[in-house]
Structure formats: structure tokens, C-alpha cells
């Protein structure tokens, strides 16, 4: 029997495994954002001393390749492994991602079966062994649409009301700077990157789904480039107490077949 931790875990994954590979794309063609309020609340020797927070990023999307490329890609399709130490679950994942806005993820579980979610421009869904086929409505379809835009950062200040560097600390035991990116109409995003790489670290997400709200913290390590673009191969989700790593060994751009995002049958029969 899969506990209550497992399956937040897993429906965690896919949301998340979405935002943390797909994004750089997305990230390349970000636009500088709207003037930032004023930091009234923050030390004036801090605010000198920190980098801005598009600079940072603008220093990450270097690092992976540079704009150039990153825009020149319209999708991306992402597989590998999927691994819950805890108990020695293990599984593969598929991703893909297509402009403007549909995605598809499907995580198979020996012992389980196949887990899958999708947007397609309009309707959010999911699939599971425990669940059984449902539409995303609400929050988590508001959210869902956020996380499947293709290029949802190329223009920040309509993703984002605020964007901020908050410190330079400590994460996964290397110097990072720390970032808050509030969404409009609610949900701060806080995402963290290397100081001296410049290459994403990881980030703290707070994801709804039917079980609820999750906060999970993720870490990207091993970068490899895939063509002319550098990703991270091994992402580790930490949520409610279990965590799931996922190890990507294959990424291709723009050889995505658009029949991947059509809904499945028993979604459609939801639809009235």
C-alpha cells in the first residue's frame, strides 16, 4: 500500500518537474521587469550590495547557452528515471513541452502504474491508479496555465508583480543568491542560484493539486548540455516528508509530435 506521502510526492513531481526543466526556455526570452517598489523594509547597505534579480537570471540564461538559442527552440521533450529512496520505488519519466502553452507529463511506477497530467491551452487534467481521470478547476487550473506557458517569463512583470533579490546565503552547501518572485493575484516563487556559476540551484514551490497545497523544495545539480543548451540532469523534490529523484538522461527540441497533447479519452468524457 502506497502511503499518503508517496502519492503527495508523486503529484507533486509532475508539476514540478514541468517548471524546473521546461522554464529555462522559457527564461531565455525574459524581458527586464517593471521598476521593483521600494524596498522600505530592507537595510540600505543589503539593497547595494546585492545584484538584482534579473541580472541574476540574466546571468543564468548565459550560462545555459544564452538567449540566441534558448529562443530559437518552439518545444522540448524530456525522459529518464524516476527514484523514491524511502522505500525503493523506482520508475521512468516523459515530458513534453510545446509553444505557447500545452504540456504532458507522464511518470510510470513499477508496482503502481502510469501517472499522467497535461494542458493543452484550455483544459488541465490528470490521471492515476488513485485517482482516476479529473479536471483541474480553480487555483490549480490558474496555476497549471501559469506553469505550462512556454515563454511565461518573456515579459516578467506580466507573470510577476515583484521580482527581488532577498539575500546572498547558503544553499546545498555552496554561496547562492536567493530570490522572491511574486505572482500576480498571489504565490511567491523563491528561487535560488549559484553565485559563482550563475546556473539555478533550486527553488522552494508551493503547488495546488487535489490533495491540497504542497510546499516543496527542489535542488538541480549535474548540468549537461543537450545540443546547445545546458540543463540540469538530476532534480531531488523534497515534500511532506518524502523525496523523489528524478534523473534525466535524454532531451530533444522541436521534434515533438503536436498528437502527444491531445486529451485522452477519458478526459474528454469529463468535459461537458
Known sequence: MMSKAVRLGLALALPCM???????????????????????KQKPADTAA??????????????????????????????????????GMTGTVEMYAARPNKSYTKTTVAGIGDIAEGFDGKTAWSTSPMT?????????????????NFDRTLGMADAYESMKTVEKTTFEGRPAYKLELKRKGGGT???????????KAGGIVEVKNQMGTITAQSTLSEYKK????????????????????????DMVYDKVDPAVFELPAAIKALIK
Open 18 to 40: 514541468f517548471v524546473n526543466v521546461a522554464s529555462a526556455s522559457a527564461q531565455a526570452t525574459a524581458a527586464p521587469p517593471a521598476a521593483q517598489p521600494s524596498a522600505a
Open 50 to 87: 546585492l545584484p538584482s534579480a534579473q541580472s541574476i537570471i540574466d546571468k543564468h540564461i548565459e550560462a545555459i547557452g544564452g538567449r540566441t538559442a534558448l529562443q530559437a527552440h518552439s518545444s522540448v521533450s524530456v525522459k529518464g528515471s524516476l527514484a523514491i529512496p524511502a522505500n
Open 132 to 148: 482516476g481521470p479529473m479536471l483541474a478547476t480553480g487555483e490549480e487550473l490558474a496555476q497549471r496555465e501559469f506553469n505550462s
Open 189 to 199: 516563487d523563491i528561487e535560488f542560484y549559484d553565485a559563482e556559476t550563475g546556473l
Open 226 to 249: 543537450f545540443g546547445d543548451i545546458l540543463q540540469p540532469t538530476v532534480i531531488k523534490q523534497s515534500a511532506s516528508g518524502t523525496q523523489i529523484v528524478l534523473t534525466f538522461s
